[in-house]
């Protein structure tokens, strides 16, 4: 699905997070899946190395 700007897309995030996860603080839940996705892309573009904290 595609989103008119990225507001759009965050509220429409937020909605979904707040629906399966009714009792967790939204911020965290965002930084979660914003840290997800960057990981996620990073695997794709970078498939040999590896990322360590």
Do not use: G, V
């Amino acid at each position: 699905m595609r989103y008119d700007d990225a507001a759009a897309f965050r509220a429409a995030l937020a909605a979904n997070l707040r629906t399966q996860h009714p009792d967790k603080d939204l911020s965290r839940l965002l930084k979660r899946t914003m840290m997800e996705r960057f990981l996620a892309r990073t695997a794709t573009a970078l498939p040999d190395q590896a990322i360590l904290k």
